[in-house]
């Protein structure tokens, strides 16, 4: 789910803090990168003329792979570093939300059933995006091509979005690469957003130092803002959108004050609500020490038997166009990159180099 809105809110209320860049500007540059929300981009946007992901003979889904190498190919001809960061067991407090989601996809299931029956394909294929999960399976997958590629990741103790925060904070990182919002509610100073698609297409930063000075925030108020929005951890209060929640923190500055207002009559409706629960987890997330990550961070070099092993023989990728794309990976890392040359673990780059975006009246 993210945080409800927050994009849109953030881009009429705070248009400096966001920048649309091209792939060429992080070269030389470590990326985050949450790996599930990606996988799942793969599995959704690449498919067959039905809608339906790519699959092998066997019936097992390839789109999340195709993906992944594409992606790792073409963040390696941009001079990138990724590092892919893998969910591992969610809070306790997340299990509703992955409840209503899994009711989400068996409704979506039902509707695209009734939709093929009724002969409307076109709403049927639109359906089907509302089903996908993206698997254990789908990511032992992907870990087992980013092993043979020797491209690094990380099986987060808790939540991917935020693992990847805390190796931002601690400049392990230029920033995070994910579309979710719940990265700057973590504290990221900085969220990458459409990395995961093709082409040259403009990738959007959001700055959350820019966010608060902007908003007039400290991050506790930003962070109680994402929350009153609605997020993973505790649902928005009913009556209460992006905008409205904004205009409440703004005025009172903190969730408790917002309740303690207008005769208690909001606290009504906030009986049992967890926002105290959800700061905490937003603030005190299970994570690994970015500082052992690390010691044993390493980009190697391709196992191409392996590589093809893998591809070829087990997912039934085609052997030519394997061959010719493990290739251009091999070239790809042994160019020379003709842009600043910065320490992988360098200081972010200056406001002065970016494109603004033009917000929308």
Same mark, same amino acid.
């Given at each position: 789910?993210?945080?409800?809105?927050?994009?849109?809110?953030?881009?009429?209320?705070?248009?400096?803090?966001?920048?649309?860049?091209?792939?060429?500007?992080?070269?030389?540059?470590?990326?985050?990168?949450?790996?599930?929300?990606?996988?799942?981009?793969?599995?959704?946007?690449?498919?067959?003329?039905?809608?339906?992901?790519?699959?092998?003979?066997?019936?097992?889904?390839?789109?999340?792979?195709?993906?992944?190498?594409?992606?790792?190919?073409?963040?390696?001809?941009?001079?990138?570093?990724?590092? /892919?960061?893998?969910?591992?067991?969610?809070?306790? @407090?997340?299990?509703?939300?992955?409840?209503?989601?899994?009711?989400?996809?068996?409704?979506?299931?039902?509707?695209?059933?009734?939709?093929?029956?009724?002969?409307?394909?076109?709403?049927?294929?639109?359906?089907?995006?509302?089903?996908?999960?993206?698997?254990?399976?789908?990511?032992?997958?992907?870990?087992?091509?980013? @092993?043979?590629?020797?491209?690094?990741?990380?099986?987060?103790?808790?939540?991917?979005?935020?693992?990847?925060?805390?190796?931002?904070?601690?400049?392990?990182?230029?920033?995070?690469?994910?579309?979710?919002?719940?990265?700057?509610? /973590?504290?990221?100073?900085?969220?990458?957003?459409?990395?995961?698609?093709?082409?040259?297409?403009?990738?959007?930063?959001?700055?959350?130092?820019?966010?608060?000075?902007?908003?007039?925030?400290?991050?506790?108020?930003?962070?109680?803002?994402?929350?009153?929005?609605?997020?993973?951890?505790?649902?928005?209060?009913?009556?209460?959108?992006?905008?409205?929640?904004?205009?409440?923190?703004?005025?009172?500055?903190?969730?408790?004050?917002?309740?303690?207002?207008?005769?208690?009559?909001?606290?009504?409706?906030?009986?049992?609500?967890?926002?105290?629960?959800?700061?905490?987890?937003?603030?005190?997330?299970?994570?690994?020490?970015?500082?052992?990550?690390?010691?044993?961070?390493?980009?190697?070099?391709?196992?191409?038997?392996?590589?093809?092993?893998?591809?070829?023989?087990?997912?039934? /990728?085609?052997?030519?166009?394997?061959?010719?794309?493990?290739?251009?990976?091999?070239?790809?890392?042994?160019?020379?990159?003709?842009?600043?040359? @910065?320490?992988?673990?360098?200081?972010?780059?200056? @406001?002065?180099?970016?494109?603004?975006?033009?917000?929308?009246?």
């Amino acid at each position: 789910m993210g945080i409800r809105g927050l994009a849109k809110l953030i881009e009429e209320v705070a248009p400096a803090a966001v920048s649309k860049r091209l792939i060429q500007h992080y070269c030389n540059k470590v990326i985050a990168i949450d790996a599930s929300v990606m996988l799942y981009q793969f599995i959704t946007t690449i498919t067959s003329g039905d809608g339906a992901a790519l699959a092998n003979s066997s019936g097992e889904v390839t789109s999340h792979l195709v993906g992944l190498l594409a992606k790792v190919i073409r963040m390696a001809e941009a001079g990138i570093k990724p590092i /892919f960061v893998f969910d591992g067991k969610p809070p306790e @407090d997340k299990q509703g939300e992955l409840e209503k989601r899994r009711q989400a996809r068996e409704a979506a299931e039902l509707e695209q059933q009734k939709a093929e029956e009724e002969g409307n394909l076109e709403r049927a294929k639109q359906l089907s995006r509302r089903t996908v999960k993206v698997t254990q399976q789908h990511c032992k997958q992907a870990e087992r091509l980013l @092993d043979v590629l020797g491209i690094p990741y990380i099986i987060a103790a808790g939540e991917a979005e935020a693992q990847c925060v805390a190796m931002a904070k601690e400049r392990l990182c230029e920033g995070v690469a994910s579309s979710d919002l719940d990265v700057l509610a /973590f504290g990221s100073p900085c969220l990458i957003r459409n990395l995961a698609q093709g082409g040259d297409r403009e990738i959007m930063e959001i700055n959350l130092n820019i966010v608060l000075k902007e908003l007039g925030f400290s991050y506790d108020e930003f962070l109680d803002l994402c929350i009153l929005c609605g997020c993973d951890y505790a649902n928005s209060l009913e009556g209460i959108g992006p905008k409205t929640a904004y205009k409440l923190i703004v005025k009172h500055r903190s969730i408790e004050e917002v309740l303690a207002a207008d005769q208690g009559k909001l606290a009504e409706k906030a009986l049992n609500w967890p926002y105290v629960r959800a700061r905490e987890l937003f603030k005190n997330p299970e994570i690994i020490d970015p500082k052992e990550i690390k010691k044993t961070l390493k980009w190697k070099p391709v196992n191409r038997s392996e590589a093809m092993q893998f591809l070829v023989e087990e997912m039934e /990728f085609d052997r030519e166009a394997t061959e010719k794309k493990l290739d251009k990976l091999v070239a790809a890392r042994k160019r020379p990159k003709q842009c600043t040359i @910065d320490s992988f673990f360098s200081a972010r780059s200056s @406001d002065s180099e970016v494109i603004k975006t033009k917000v929308k009246q």
